[in-house]
Structure formats: structure tokens, C-alpha cells
């Protein structure tokens, strides 16, 4: 059976046509290659970051998330440094031990129910501080979006880069959702970025309606000396940068990024209360973004997958968070920017007629 379009992750999901435009665009003449000055295409790129975060920043596109956060943290750290991270993130659990084989470093990981880092889980790693035999922690890294659908507000931010730069350390911000959380708060990139402490962030579009591609942003010029080394040492340097730039170009225009992620984010929003009018569903986490977490009965779960395809994130009922029933799955269902009322709709109307 073809799969409807599904709640699988907004990865998943296709270009938005305003990006696929800017693509179009920029395809017919020829520009000088890996985005030299000489390139208007990246120049204007470049100008529309300084818009929303300053003029003081140093900003690298690279091809994808898991190159933009192993480099940029790279960058900040030597060999014998440590990086600080919640067990649920990326950084963790998803780039294939990327981390440790670009940065050689060690990952320090917290474990917490909202999948939140404060400075009280980062404190007892200070302790190793200045002791040979143990990895010098350097580097805390957050994401924003959470990979558990949570947010940070302002303060958290700023309170884990004052406890950051209080003991010689960088805030590292993995941003793949970064939209949806500008917008849930309410705010701009810069309020919850520079202006909030962080040091390097990891900014994301591929979740929000481009095709590809990434950006490294050091707030601090200095900061981001000679990245562009460790950029293609990394084989991050694509070679047609005006294919990266002209998405994040018009992106960061005409507050596309704004429309796409406050509509993912209201049908999160709006698949949460249809799901929750059903006695066996339970949703676990605040929804505050695009990405709705919720238990449901195992039975139904296959079939509904056979439609509307979802994750699995966590088989063991014990270890769901918030838990009401032992016989349950907690799956995740993302909305995209193209999610649909119909999709919704489809999605629990199957649900229905499963549970009879």
C-alpha cells in the first residue's frame, strides 16, 4: 500500500515551491564556486544572517545537521576535552559516533526527563577539572528544539551560558528546529541565540522546507577563525555553494521561515487535541513545537504505521515518561510544514476505526 503522507519526522517531508524557485533561480548562470566573494548569490546569504543575529558573527554553510554540529564543536575544543550533552541528543544518539571519530573527544551525557540540560547536571563534571586523568569538559551542547518536543525558554539558555563562560566553557546550540522554537516563544534567533550567551550554533532549514544544507554560525568573529580549514578537511565545502545560499537566502526572507514552522507547529498543536479526545491515548510531553509524544494501544500501532507512517520511541511501557497504562507505546508524530487538516484528519479517523 502507498504510504499517505505521514507523521514519520519533517524530515520526511518534500521542498517547500518557494525554495524550489530560488533553486530554479540560481541555476541557469554561472558563479564563481565554494561561495567566494566574488559570489552575490552567497554575499547575500551572508548579509541576510547579520540581519537576525548582528554583524559580529562568522557564518559557514555545510551540507547537513550532523557536519554542522560535530565541526562546530570541533573547532572549540582539543582532544582531550569533553562535551556535555543530554542522552536523548543528536549528538548522542544519532550521528553514528560521529562525534568521537571527527572530534576524537569524549561525550559526557546527562539524563533527563524533559530532555532539558540545567547547570545543576553539569556541575559534577567540573570536578575533573584540572585532574590529568579525566577529560576536561569544554563544551555544553543543547538542542532547540529538544529531542523530546521541549523548549528552552530565554533564561535556561542564558543561565547554562553564564554557568558555561563562568568556568571557560562554550554553549553549543544544535538548532535543526531552531524555527519552531523562535516561534512557540514568540521571539526572534537572535534573543534566544547571541544575545542569550550562546557561543556556536548549528542552524537548521531541512526540517523546515529546504532541500539541504546547514549553517555554522560563531557568534564572536574570532570564534569562527579559520573554520573554513576544518570545513573542508571535514568534506564539507560544496563546491556549488550557491545552491546552500540561495535557499537560506530566501529562507531568511520575507519571513518564510516564520510561515513554515508556526503552521508545523499548529497542526502539532491540532493533532494533539484530536488524538487526545481517545481514552487510550496519553500525550507525555508538552507540545510546544511541531512534534506531538504520545502512548497508544501496541495492537494498533502496525497498521496504523501501514497508512500513516510514525516512530516508535519507546518500547518499554516502565521506562515511558508520564506513563498511564502498562500496555502501552509511546510513539512520536511529527507535523511538517506541509501537514495538512486532511492528513490529520485521515490519521484519526483510522485510529477510530481500529479502536472500534
Not at 573547532?75 to 568521537?100: I, Q
Not at 577563525?225 to 564539507?236: A, C, N
Request: aromatic share 10%; charged share 20%.
Amino acid at each position: 500500500m502507498k504510504l499517505k503522507k505521514g507523521f514519520a519526522s519533517d524530515n520526511w517531508s518534500g521542498v517547500c515551491p518557494e525554495i524550489m524557485q530560488a533553486l530554479e533561480e540560481v541555476n541557469p548562470a554561472h558563479n564563481e564556486a565554494y561561495g567566494e566573494l566574488s559570489d552575490p548569490i552567497t554575499e547575500a546569504a551572508l548579509n541576510k544572517f547579520k540581519q537576525h543575529f548582528g554583524e559580529d558573527i562568522a557564518v559557514f554553510f555545510v551540507y547537513n545537521g550532523t557536519a554542522a554540529n560535530v565541526l562546530g564543536i570541533a573547532h572549540l575544543m582539543k582532544s582531550y576535552h569533553a562535551v556535555v550533552t543530554v542522552g536523548t541528543a543528536h549528538l548522542n544518539e544519532d550521528e553514528c559516533a560521529a562525534p568521537e571519530k571527527f572530534m576524537g573527544s569524549k561525550i559526557l551525557k546527562v539524563e533527563t526527563e524533559d530532555g532539558k540540560i540545567r547547570p545543576g547536571h553539569v556541575k559534577p563534571f567540573l570536578n575533573s577539572f584540572g585532574f590529568q586523568h579525566h577529560a576536561q569538559p569544554k563544551v555544553i551542547s543543547i538542542s532547540q528544539v529538544t529531542e523530546l518536543g521541549t523548549i528552552y525558554s530565554v533564561d535556561e539558555i542564558r543561565a547554562l551560558a553564564d554557568f558555561s563562560h563562568e568556568n571557560g566553557m562554550y554553549l553549543h546550540m544544535d538548532g535543526a528546529r531552531i524555527s519552531n522554537a523562535v516561534v512557540a516563544l514568540n521571539t526572534d534567533f537572535r534573543t534566544i541565540t547571541v544575545d542569550a550567551g550562546v557561543d556556536v550554533l548549528s542552524f537548521g532549514g531541512t526540517k523546515n522546507g529546504l532541500m539541504f544544507g546547514e549553517v555554522v554560525i560563531f557568534f564572536g568573529k574570532d570564534k569562527g577563525v579559520d573554520f573554513e580549514y576544518l570545513r573542508k578537511q571535514g568534506m564539507q565545502l560544496h563546491s556549488k555553494m550557491r545552491y546552500i545560499s540561495a535557499q537560506f537566502n530566501r529562507y531568511l526572507s520575507g519571513d518564510l521561515w516564520k510561515k513554515n514552522a508556526l503552521h508545523a507547529n499548529l497542526m502539532a498543536k491540532k493533532l494533539a487535541v484530536s488524538l487526545s479526545q481517545f481514552p487510550q491515548f496519553r500525550i507525555t510531553q508538552e507540545v510546544r513545537a511541531n512534534g506531538v509524544f504520545c502512548t497508544m494501544p501496541p495492537e494498533i500501532i502496525p497498521t496504523l504505521q501501514n497508512e500513516y507512517f510514525f516512530h516508535v520511541w519507546n518500547e518499554k511501557p516502565s521506562l515511558v515518561s508520564n506513563a498511564f497504562a502498562d500496555n502501552v507505546k509511546e510513539v512520536r508524530l511529527m507535523c511538517s510544514w506541509d501537514t495538512t487538516i486532511e492528513d490529520i484528519e485521515g490519521f484519526v479517523s483510522l485510529i477510530r476505526q481500529k479502536l472500534g
